[in-house]
């Protein structure tokens, strides 16, 4: 890639960190477009809010988790900071979508009960999902962008992360969001207690995320598109 880039008419990247560590390789900065991969916010504000209410309905707190199955999502940090998370809120839940992980493989003390571990569910499904939680948490040591911080926030949820490169670029520290030092357990978890025990805050920070969502991605196909236009116009 570093070979191609230096020939590209023009390079897309998720971030603001991508660009400057492309511009540290030397990347004439005007080549850069930062735009990042589109999201639909609007269909976040089509859920069904029945569903929504059958997922809430036992009443306990929900700490929503989304990724893959893969290493940089750094699942360790995640599970410790629940440990704490369930000392101060026993009947917590977090929910963890998409690695298909076995409490088996969690190696922790908080009972079973207080997860509720799944596969890959359809991108639908997330949704009512999303909707469902009561805080989102990243716990990753590594992200260029972060698909699914975009998709909390634009269901209006509070969010919890590593301060990734990509979370930067999403979060604004105390305002849409808390940003934590990467593999911090203990800070994530602070984080987490404080937005359980105040609703308020995690309405307003939600509502904020949500504002700000709309404001910085909605339009984004549309950038593309203006891109790939500009590109062939120059070439004719």
Not at 91 to 112: C, D, F, M, N, R
Request: hydrophobic share 40%.
């Amino acid at each position: 890639s570093k070979v191609t880039v230096k020939h590209a008419d023009a390079i897309r990247v998720m971030s603001q960190g991508q660009k400057e560590k492309l511009i540290r390789h030397k990347i004439t900065s005007q080549k850069i477009h930062v735009i990042s991969t589109p999201v639909d916010i609007i269909k976040f504000d089509r859920f069904d809010a029945g569903l929504v209410k059958r997922y809430q309905k036992i009443g306990r707190p929900i700490v929503l988790h989304i990724s893959r199955h893969d290493k940089v999502k750094d699942f360790r940090t995640l599970i410790k900071s629940f440990e704490l998370v369930y000392a101060s809120h026993p009947t917590a839940i977090l929910w963890q979508v998409g690695a298909g992980l076995k409490y088996s493989e969690l190696h922790t003390h908080v009972p079973k009960r207080n997860f509720k571990l799944e596969g890959r569910r359809r991108a639908e499904d997330m949704i009512e999902i999303n909707h469902a939680a009561d805080v989102f948490v990243l716990s990753s040591f590594s992200e260029s962008f972060g698909k699914v911080l975009v998709e909390a926030a634009a269901c209006g949820r509070s969010i919890v992360s590593t301060e990734t490169t990509g979370a930067h670029e999403i979060i604004t520290n105390r305002q849409t969001g808390y940003l934590v030092p990467i593999r911090d357990y203990r800070k994530l978890a602070e984080k987490i207690n404080y937005l359980i025990d105040n609703p308020e805050v995690r309405s307003e920070m939600g509502q904020a995320a949500k504002e700000m969502v709309w404001r910085k991605y909605s339009d984004n196909i549309q950038k593309i598109i203006n891109l790939w236009q500009s590109l062939v116009d120059r070439k004719k």
